[in-house]
């Protein structure tokens, strides 16, 4: 039997030019998908500074379960709405990829920094016609850190103190595993589940000078 749905859903995300250019504006375009919206068009503000004016504007809205998506992903799952519900009656904060234990070090990428018996989640990369899948492990599963391409958050449970740290001098970097180990000091409970998407970019490829100063900052912040 499917469980009804009861949850107020909102998706949100941030793209540098107009919504109807990126991939998850194609995909959210079908007809069951049946979910609001946010899009924060022509953005040249850092994620974090972003992701927190997701979270009051889902405060404010009253939005039980909020996803903050990348534009780049493509949703292929014709049971979005059901997988969320379910995915926030287990976690807090919820996510399609990521660890179980993270040791802080460089370079300072979670797959990088957790073993890789400890990784968890499953997500496809390439475009909608032809992609593959890159298996981390086992889900649905607790975990310590999650990767920001997907993150889902059950605004009723979750610790309003918890933020994005805005002072990162990287605008993309780093807000993603960040925010999970500030999780993680509050007890927020996070797990990576199984929602199926297409991710179009194959990750980092080429560090910039933000992203080593992103990672000067993480280091400094979280190495004990």
């Not at 609001?36 to 009253?62: I, R, T």
Request: net charge neutral; with cysteine; glycine share 6%.
């Amino acid at each position: 039997m499917i469980e009804k749905i009861m949850s107020k859903f909102k998706i949100y995300t941030t793209t540098k030019g107009k919504k109807e250019d990126t991939l998850l504006y194609d995909s959210l375009s079908i007809d069951y998908y049946d979910v609001p919206v946010h899009y924060k068009e022509n953005n040249k503000e850092s994620l974090q500074k972003s992701y927190n004016e997701f979270l009051d504007d889902a405060y404010a809205n009253g939005v039980d379960i909020a996803c903050f998506v990348h534009d780049d992903v493509f949703i292929n799952c014709n049971d979005l709405l059901h997988r969320l519900q379910d995915s926030a009656k287990k976690y807090t904060v919820f996510g399609l990829a990521g660890a179980t234990t993270c040791k802080v070090k460089e370079p300072a990428l979670w797959h990088l920094m957790s073993e890789r018996q400890d990784q968890r989640g499953c997500v496809a990369h390439g475009n909608k016609e032809l992609y593959h899948y890159t298996s981390f492990g086992p889900l649905p599963s607790r975990s310590l850190v999650i990767d920001g391409v997907f993150l889902g958050i059950n605004i009723k449970k979750f610790n309003r103190d918890v933020r994005f740290d805005e002072s990162y001098p990287s605008y993309f970097h780093y807000y993603d595993i960040d925010f999970c180990l500030e999780c993680n000091k509050n007890n927020v409970i996070m797990g990576i589940v199984d929602i199926p998407i297409i991710h179009s970019s194959p990750g980092l490829t080429n560090p910039n000078k933000q992203f080593y100063e992103g990672q000067k900052y993480f280091i400094n912040k979280w190495k004990k």
